[in-house]
């Protein structure tokens, strides 16, 4: 029989799509863009399936009708980005099917973890979810860097990049102010907003690392050493639930 999800835990694995929609589009990127493929691939195929055991994990759970609904659309657009992911064709309009995807499954996860924490009544699931949003913007604004080398996304990057990077650090920000943490979380977020830093000086380029694939290795390095350090903060979060 399948152990019921506490508060915290449900939210974290409805967060765990929304961070995996991005991590794959990262991977597909990477493949086509001939930048480490070879372990991109296999990257690639270790984030899908553990995208469908987090699925099928979650229509198993006998929740809300709501909820369930929710559960469906993700279903209905899952199946077209694993066809996209796969694909062996390679054009402009594919790279462009694959980034608006990306986006889209990303909102019907999103929507799904946001009714998560409100399904959790707890203020400790919200914060769940506000670290689970920052750990997939690390992603998302990894995946904005790899797809505006294509000059028909460029301009709309440039409009998405900056309100992810100022919600990562609203949101940061705003979980460092909660009241009565524990000191093992407060440290944990001092390690976030470090790495963040350090992230965000990695996107701009300079004469070190001007070659654009040793560059785009840079970006990606750091934004998986910043996915960690997230990552830990949402299951730092998660056990307050309990």
């Given amino acids: 029989a399948e152990t019921p999800l506490s508060a915290g835990a449900l939210v974290n ?46 229509e198993k759970s006998e929740l809300a009708a709501e909820f369930a609904e929710k559960l469906v659309l993700i279903r209905a657009l899952w199946p077209r980005y694993q066809y996209l992911m796969h694909g062996d064709q390679l054009s402009v309009q594919k790279i462009e099917d694959v980034f608006e995807l990306s986006e889209k499954l990303l909102q019907a996860t999103d929507a799904l973890t946001g009714h998560a924490a409100d399904l959790g009544g707890l203020p400790a699931a919200h914060y769940v979810n506000m670290a689970g949003r920052n750990r997939m913007l690390s992603q998302r604004i990894g995946k904005f860097f790899l797809f505006r080398e294509w000059p028909s996304l460029d301009e709309k990057i440039a409009v998405l990049t900056p309100p992810s990077c100022h919600e990562f650090e609203s949101n940061l920000q705003t979980l460092r102010k909660t009241a009565n943490i524990p000191p093992e979380v407060a440290a944990q977020l001092r390690v976030v907003a470090s790495q963040w830093q350090k992230f965000i000086q990695t996107l701009c380029p300079d004469l070190s690392h001007a070659a654009r694939t040793q560059h785009a290795r840079l970006v990606i390095a750091e934004g998986e050493r910043l996915l960690r350090s997230v990552d830990t903060t949402v299951k730092l979060f998660e056990r307050l639930t309990k």
Avoid: Y
């Fill in 13 to 58: 694995m409805c967060g765990r799509l929304r961070v995996l929609s991005q991590r794959m589009a990262i991977a597909w990127c990477m493949i086509v863009s001939a930048i480490a493929p070879h372990k991109a691939l296999v990257k690639l195929n270790q984030l899908e399936k553990e995208f469908d055991r987090n699925l099928a994990r979650l």
